[in-house]
T-cell receptor, first 117, second 114 residues
């Protein structure tokens, strides 16, 4: 069973361009989370999605950032008009349930590292 | 709201020495607590978790953590450090909402010296 797959692993963009980061959750997982890790910082929650629904986007910047998890295909984190401050590692995680107390472990991908020039 | 504080952004130990990474939490409800490890350029891997059963939790690679409610702590320990333990370690708390999201601490980088 493949783990959480993220691509691209590394992405370089110039200021003003768009970045699209993709995440395929583990097979059978319908809960997807995106986190951002800035240099020398911990992981900050961005958004939680289920198929075709954004459940919690309390950590998403108000502008330029959007996320989706369509019925078919991977979840996508989209950053429009990137700025240097967007340079970070973006991690996707998936789980079978939302109950972390039982078997609902959160599995992480290896991340997508965005560099904005 | 739940939060996590990791004391010490960098910890350095000698190979074979005790590893102690500190984590304190704040939670309005009984928490679920986690330790994750991140090796360079990789994702996070779950080391262990506390879910209100035994207060001493054993994880992978010889790590364990003890939940102490009176101290609101969940420190991570390993009796004898190995070179391969060098990595970044994150403590996290589940926010117990219906989202299942985790709130992470700032992380502690563990350096193991030969």
């Amino acid at each position: 069973n493949a783990g959480v797959m993220q691509n691209p692993r590394h992405l370089v963009r110039r200021r003003g361009q768009e970045a699209r980061l993709r995440c395929s959750p583990m097979k059978g997982h319908s809960h997807v989370y995106w986190y951002r890790q800035l240099p020398e910082e911990g992981l900050k929650f961005m958004v939680y999605l289920q198929k075709e629904n954004i459940i919690d986007e309390s950590g998403m910047p108000k502008e330029r950032f959007s996320a989706e998890f369509p019925k078919e295909g991977p979840s996508i984190l989209r950053i429009q008009q990137v700025v240097r401050g967007d340079s970070a590692a973006y991690f996707c995680a998936s789980s079978l349930t939302v109950d972390r107390g039982l078997t609902g472990e959160l599995f992480f991908g290896e991340g997508s590292r965005l560099t904005v020039l | 709201a739940q939060s996590v504080t990791q004391l010490g952004s960098h910890v350095s130990v000698s190979e074979g020495a005790l590893v102690l990474l500190r984590c304190n939490y704040s939670s309005s409800v009984p928490p679920y607590l986690f330790w994750y490890v991140q090796y360079p350029n990789q994702g996070l891997q779950l080391l262990l978790k506390y879910t209100s059963a035994a207060t001493l939790v054993k994880g992978i690679n010889g790590f364990e953590a003890e939940f102490k409610k009176s101290e609101t702590s969940f420190h991570l320990t390993k009796p004898s450090a190995h070179m391969s333990d060098a990595a970044e370690y994150f403590c996290a708390v589940s926010d117990k909402s219906n989202t299942g999201k985790l709130i992470f601490g700032q992380g502690t980088t563990l350096q193991v010296k030969p």
